[in-house]
Each structure stands twice: as structure tokens, then as C-alpha cells.
């Protein structure tokens, strides 16, 4: 027996299933590596000119720049659009110009994006009192 905590979103008020409830580890990894992915092949092919060691520094930077824009204009980069996926500010409206600087700046240092709570929330998205949810 163990304690109940209720499922994931339901201290934040959130439904516990279909749109607007917090988004599954799942789909949020798969939408990060469709978001690398991408940056890599801009970052490869139009920046680097096809230099392998210069792309992988490029790349990071690639993927600050797409975050950050495609987060403070609609909500969602490409590759959580694709999975359905959109981060909004714990009041359920868009992120404000420093949140998503603070949530896209501590994403990059990947440590405070792997360290959850129990709603699943990364260190960056409580940082900047956000949630991912389901669209």
C-alpha cells in the first residue's frame, strides 16, 4: 500500500485525460528529438556548410533560437505541434517574453529539464510556472 497522490495535473487543476491535461514523458521526448532533428539539419546544411564539428555547436544554438520564437509566438515548437503538444503558463494562457527565456534557457543546460516533480514538471517549466499540456 502506498500513499495516493491522485493523478498527474490534478493539484494544478488540470483534467486528467484529452486536451489540456499534462502531457505523457512519451510524447514530450519524441517531440524534443523532432525538434533536434530539425535544428540539426538546419544547422548542418545551411549554417555549418556541412562541417560536422562546427554543426553540433550550431545546432544548440539553432534549437535556443527555434524555442525560444516558436514558444513566445504560438506556444508550441514544431516538433510538439506534430505530437500534439503546447506549453502554456499554469493559468492556462501563453507564456510571457521571460518565461520563455528562463524555461528555454534552463532546457539547454538539460539538467532542469530531467529533474521532476510529480506532475511530471521539469525544473524549467516550474521556473517559469508553466505545463505542457495536450492539445
Known sequence: MGVEFGYR??????PEQGPGSIATIGRRVVAIFIDWFLCLVIAYGLIAHRDAAKSNTWTL???GVVSLLTLATVGSTPGKRIMGLRVVRLDG???GPLAVVIRTVLLLLVLPAVIWDRDTRGLHDKA???VQVRI
Not at 9 to 14: A, E, K, P, V, W
Open 9 to 14: 495535473g490534478q493539484r494544478l487543476g488540470l
Open 61 to 63: 544554438v539553432v534549437f
Open 93 to 95: 494562457g501563453r507564456l
Open 128 to 130: 517559469a510556472k508553466s
